[in-house]
């Protein structure tokens, strides 16, 4: 399985963007799957997830929304009113649960968003 992140791009403040991280394989086999981002000299944080219910930073709440289309295997994020401090590489991970509290991630490659002021 491979994961395909692409949307990124430069956009003004204010702007918006729709990030897709396709799959290639079966979405319906996770448990569950999230959006990551990374700024240049911080770590990686979690900015959205799906399964079992919907979760976003605190940061992001109001402005992005993240679903997933069982038809096309992809997982979205639409990214509104986007501001500087969104600026990151942007990652699509998922989540599969194996024997007990064992885990399975796959990470996407990551895809660029740039907001300028």
């Known amino acids: 399985v491979q994961l395909q992140a692409s949307g990124g791009g430069l956009v003004q403040t204010g702007g918006s963007l729709r990030l897709s991280c396709a799959v290639s394989g079966s979405i319906s086999r996770f448990d569950g799957m999230a959006w990551f981002r990374q700024a240049s000299g911080k770590p990686r944080e979690l900015v959205a997830s799906v399964g079992g219910g919907t979760n976003y930073a605190d940061s992001v709440k109001g402005r992005f929304t993240i679903s997933v289309e069982n038809a096309d295997n992809t997982l979205y994020l639409q990214m509104n009113d986007l501001k500087p401090e969104d600026t990151a590489v942007y990652y699509c991970?998922?989540?599969?649960?194996?024997?007990?509290?064992?885990?399975?991630?796959?990470w996407g490659q990551g895809t660029q968003v740039t907001v300028s002021s």
């Open positions: 991970r998922t989540e599969r649960h194996l024997k007990g509290w064992q885990r399975e991630y796959l």
